[in-house]
């Protein structure tokens, strides 16, 4: 496998999506080949699976469901996305990938993490991110943020109570000082300005993907 896997990782609102354009944007300024998706969804099948995970009316889902589907659309998106453009030597940018689960279903619903990372070893044949930006941020600032630009109601995760977000988010440092070497972590209260000039660096010391 020759092109190179980056993840964008945080609590919700934390600027993800932001990031992840901007840096899209800049590759392609330089005439890098990248391909940009997103988690849960991302194919066909995984958009399905996305719209049964967010969907607030499916409030009886058992948290075992939910830590299947995730995976599930997952297998499908490194199946038919990630995979194939890693082969062809292309950069992909995703927007969360399995440490979203390891934070949202391990540390948040409380199961061992190395159930949930056993499940996704079995889901993505072992395709890791090599560079990971974990944009952290407070919980209440970062709903804050998505709400204020949806306007629309919360998804089935979202509505989830305060305690549980705090979890997350606590989960995500946590995996990050596990793996200092693949994880950039950032102070996401900053502005989007400052939040891309902290990744363009690290983009450039780490691979070399120049430019101004
Ligand atoms: N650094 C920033 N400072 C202030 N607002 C920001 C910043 N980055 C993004 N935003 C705004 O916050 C909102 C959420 O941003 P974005 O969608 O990029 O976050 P996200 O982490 O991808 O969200 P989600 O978890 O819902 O996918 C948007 O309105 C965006 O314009
Ligand atoms: C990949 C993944 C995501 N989640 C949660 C995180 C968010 O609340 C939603 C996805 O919505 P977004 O606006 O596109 O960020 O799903 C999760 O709980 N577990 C996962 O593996």
């Given at each position: 496998?020759?092109?190179?896997?980056?993840?964008?990782?945080?609590?919700?609102?934390?600027?993800k999506?932001?990031?992840?354009?901007?840096?899209?944007?800049?590759?392609?300024?330089?005439?890098?080949?990248?391909?940009?998706?997103?988690?849960?969804?991302?194919?066909?099948?995984?958009?399905?699976?996305?719209?049964?995970?967010?969907?607030?009316?499916?409030?009886?889902?058992?948290?075992?469901?939910?830590?299947l589907?995730?995976?599930?659309?997952?297998?499908?998106?490194?199946?038919?996305?990630?995979?194939?453009?890693l082969?062809?030597?292309?950069?992909?940018?995703?927007?969360?990938?399995?440490?979203?689960?390891?934070?949202?279903?391990?540390?948040?619903?409380?199961?061992?993490?190395?159930?949930?990372?056993a499940?996704?070893?079995?889901?993505?044949?072992?395709?890791?991110?090599d560079?990971?930006?974990?944009?952290?941020?407070?919980?209440?600032?970062?709903?804050?943020?998505?709400?204020?630009?949806?306007?629309?109601?919360?998804?089935?995760?979202?509505?989830?109570?305060?305690?549980?977000?705090?979890?997350?988010?606590?989960?995500?440092?946590?995996?990050?000082?596990?793996?200092?070497?693949?994880?950039?972590?950032?102070?996401?209260?900053?502005?989007?300005?400052?939040?891309?000039?902290?990744?363009?660096?690290?983009?450039?010391?780490?691979?070399?993907?120049?430019?101004?």
């Amino acid at each position: 496998m020759s092109g190179l896997f980056i993840t964008f990782e945080g609590p919700d609102g934390a600027g993800k999506t932001t990031q992840l354009n901007r840096v899209a944007e800049w590759l392609e300024q330089q005439g890098f080949a990248f391909v940009r998706t997103r988690e849960p969804g991302g194919t066909k099948i995984s958009d399905s699976i996305r719209t049964l995970l967010l969907n607030p009316e499916n409030s009886e889902m058992a948290n075992e469901t939910e830590v299947l589907l995730y995976a599930a659309s997952r297998a499908q998106l490194v199946s038919e996305v990630i995979l194939p453009a890693l082969e062809d030597g292309k950069i992909v940018l995703c927007d969360r990938y399995v440490d979203a689960s390891l934070a949202y279903q391990g540390y948040g619903l409380a199961y061992p993490v190395q159930q949930i990372a056993a499940i996704n070893r079995f889901a993505t044949t072992g395709v890791q991110p090599d560079r990971t930006y974990l944009l952290d941020i407070p919980v209440e600032i970062g709903l804050r943020r998505v709400f204020q630009k949806r306007g629309s109601a919360p998804d089935r995760i979202e509505r989830k109570d305060i305690t549980y977000h705090k979890s997350v988010r606590k989960g995500f440092l946590t995996l990050a000082k596990k793996e200092p070497e693949r994880f950039c972590l950032i102070d996401a209260r900053q502005g989007e300005d400052a939040v891309f000039s902290v990744i363009q660096s690290d983009l450039k010391r780490h691979f070399s993907l120049g430019g101004n």
